[in-house]
T-cell receptor, first 115, second 111 residues
Framework: DTGVSQNPRHKITKRGQNVTFRCDPI?????LYWYRQTLGQGPEFLTY????????KSRLLSDRFSAERPKGSFSTLEIQRTEQGDSAMYLC?????????????FGPGTRLTVL | SQQGEEDPQALSIQEGENATMNCSYK?????LQWYRQNSGRGLVHLIL?????REKHSGRLRVTLDTSKKSSSLLITASRAADTASYFC???????????FGSGTRLQVQP
């Protein structure tokens, strides 16, 4: 399977715990994006990497959130001291690097439930 | 924040009918993309239309873009029960790489 993969698919945690999600993009894609989607809404952008450089962060990405892409391949998104409001689907996408018009391909998402 | 507004929010049709969904946006864009999402799943990319294009086809899909009105439409012809899903438009705004999504249209195709 050469699509975007995400792990885990589901995560249930207690408020105050830290969680980490992993995204493996399509292998030849230089760009990697994280989005968050709550029930009944469209995805909202969180952050974007070009290779290992984090080039854009949304104001939604509070200081409890951190994302890395250490070798320009897979990426991790960590949420520290989780809150109930963090419950959402976390989506990862990747794209080629061909200027401004690139199709973004999404993974299946990680559904986070904070109790 | 959500840029686009999809219209209608929900649409129910019979199999074989055509489905039309509209999307409006607010800023200058490089492209507009349409995605499909089945319940609880990831997004499937359907089509990308660039800001200098007016119409694009892919199989049973037809997308139009009117940059003067800041609007786009997605037409699905000869719908099937398997087309039941939520459909989102997403804009690639000028100067940004991130996509800004609308709130989606929930399409129900009755067999």
């Amino acid at each position: 399977d050469t699509g975007v993969s995400q792990n885990p698919r589901h995560k249930i945690t207690k408020r105050g715990q830290n969680v980490t999600f992993r995204c493996d993009p399509i292998s030849e894609h230089n760009r990697l994006y994280w989005y968050r989607q709550t029930l009944g809404q469209g995805p909202e952008f969180l952050t974007y990497f070009q290779n290992e450089a984090q080039l854009e962060k949304s104001r939604l990405l509070s200081d409890r959130f951190s994302a890395e892409r250490p070798k320009g391949s897979f990426s991790t998104l960590e949420i520290q001291r989780t809150e109930q409001g963090d419950s959402a689907m976390y989506l990862c996408a990747s794209s080629e690097d061909r200027g401004p018009n690139n199709e973004q391909f999404f993974g299946p998402g990680t559904r986070l439930t904070v109790l | 924040s959500q840029q686009g507004e999809e219209d209608p929010q929900a649409l129910s049709i019979q199999e074989g009918e055509n489905a039309t969904m509209n999307c409006s946006y607010k800023t200058s864009i490089n492209n507009l993309q349409w995605y499909r999402q089945n319940s609880g799943r990831g997004l499937v990319h359907l089509i990308l239309i660039r800001s200098n294009e007016r119409e694009k086809h892919s199989g049973r899909l037809r997308v139009t873009l009117d940059t003067s009105k800041k609007s786009s439409s997605l037409l699905i012809t000869a719908s099937r029960a398997a087309d039941t899903a939520s459909y989102f438009c997403a804009t690639g705004e000028t100067g940004r790489r991130a996509l800004t999504f609308g709130s989606g249209t929930r399409l129900q195709v009755q067999p």
